[in-house]
């Protein structure tokens, strides 16, 4: 699990090691008329600057937090698109594109990892008390 959302590294396939830079969130339908939320982020190995846009489909989005009973916030928007990037870097899938589109069953798996962090957290705080 990622301890920071904002700024992380993340190895692809080939061994390349590359730094994840979370640059902004924005509502995608007043820049590109694409009902999604997208995170940009700027990654680079050392040697290659690139930029990756995870765009977050808003209807999948209001679904999972309604099944999941949660708001819907920018900073859980940020932690799902983040965990994306991650995956995407890692698994170098969707790595030709700039702009990658989580499937639903990705962002159910995403959410779950958030919780189970969570949860973990929490006892671990319980412990310590």
């Not at 993340?10 to 590359?18: E, L």
């Not at 790595?95 to 995403?110: F, G, N, S, W």
Request: glycine residues 2%; negative net charge.
């Amino acid at each position: 699990m990622l301890e920071n959302y904002r700024k992380f590294e993340a190895t692809d396939p080939f061994g390349r090691r590359w730094e994840v830079e979370f640059r902004w969130i924005q509502n995608a339908i007043s820049i590109r008329h694409s009902d999604s939320i997208d995170c940009k982020y700027y990654i680079s190995d050392g040697e290659e600057k690139r930029e990756l846009v995870v765009a977050l489909p808003h209807p999948e989005i209001l679904a999972l937090g309604q099944r999941r009973n949660r708001p819907v916030t920018d900073a859980w928007c940020m932690k799902l698109a983040s965990l994306h990037a991650h995956h995407a870097i890692s698994t170098w899938e969707d790595m030709d594109k700039t702009i990658v589109v989580p499937q639903a069953r990705d962002l159910e798996k995403h959410n779950l990892d958030l919780e189970r962090a969570a949860a973990e957290a929490a006892e671990s705080a319980a412990l310590h008390r």
